[in-house]
């Protein structure tokens, strides 16, 4: 005698299908960004400066697109694990002119920052050079990598 | 005070920006271009390019930018990115009328600027009526 067995089969969820769909989405992200060199605009908050945030073991290393901004126009903080940039970009002081072309925008700025981990903040190393800041902020000791030593006996 | 909050303004890739033969993106700088009365003056962003990276040529008509951005080395992993490095080229025909001996260009702070001067035959004359 021949017995049919029935898949068990039921309506798929719907949460866990939208899941798949976001999950091939971060995929199809991920897939794209080898042509645009992870820039992808989902990853961008908007905010004025953009960043780039590279971590190691011993450092996290904030880099920062900020042409015309003086050193003494941009203000650094760190709070806990939030770093604050903020500051204003000054228009040029021009007198009697007609403008052919304004593409360059100016305005204040703030932008806040979680860092993935715990900084030493009297450890901060920031620099300005060429329109670009560039921070070193060095982790704080309880995270950073130990080496463990096995003893032989 | 400003009172106009910066956002980030995408750079934007150029098309077919001279050949390239670094495997790097080319963008377009954002320029202001302003005149007065003696001068014409190019304000072009172009962040993380060192003066002497920096190739402005005048040919004709032709005024050619181009900045290239020193190699990047990588540092650990990149944990957030909202900008990519690149070179920035841009080209704008300028009127015959400037006087190209006198041309000055500075760079601070990632911002170039260009001070084209009027050749005396283009700057605006004042003609005075006399009275007889």
């Not at chain 2, 920006?17 to 302003?34: C, H, K, L, M, Q």
Request: net charge negative; glycine share 4%; hydrophobic share 35%.
């Amino acid at each position: 005698m021949a017995v049919f067995r029935y898949p068990d089969w039921r309506w798929p969820n719907v949460s866990s299908a939208l899941e798949d769909v976001e999950r091939a989405r971060r995929q199809m992200d991920r897939l794209l960004s080898v042509f645009t060199g992870g820039a992808s605009s989902p990853t961008s908050s908007g905010v004025f400066p953009p960043l780039i945030v590279t971590e190691d073991e011993e450092t996290i290393n904030v880099e920062a697109e900020i042409p015309g901004i003086k050193a003494e126009d941009l203000d650094i903080s760190v709070v806990a694990r939030t770093l604050t940039l903020s500051g204003e970009r000054k228009p040029e002081e021009t007198q009697d002119v007609c403008y052919h072309r304004r593409e360059r925008k100016w305005g204040s700025f703030r932008k806040a920052l979680t860092l993935p981990d715990d900084v030493n903040p009297e450890a901060i190393h920031a620099e300005c050079k060429n329109g670009m800041l560039k921070l070193i902020l060095p982790k704080a000791e309880h995270v950073k990598p130990r080496k463990i030593v096995i003893k032989g006996e | 005070m400003a009172d106009t909050d910066l956002q980030i303004e995408e750079k934007k890739e150029a098309q077919a920006a001279g050949e390239s033969t670094r495997n790097v993106p080319v963008f377009i700088p954002a320029v202001d271009i302003y005149e007065s009365e003696n001068a014409l003056t190019l304000v072009a962003d172009m962040p993380g390019v060192p003066i002497e990276n920096l190739d402005i040529d005048l040919d004709s008509d032709q005024l050619t930018i181009r900045g290239t951005v020193p190699q990047q080395e990588e540092k650990g992993k990149v944990i957030f990115k909202e900008y990519t490095f690149g070179d920035y080229y841009r080209q704008f025909s300028l009127s015959s009328d400037m006087d190209r001996e006198k041309i000055q260009a500075s760079m601070k702070d990632g911002v170039l600027k260009l001070v084209m001067p009027k050749a005396e035959a283009a700057k605006p004359r004042k003609i005075t009526v006399k009275s007889s």
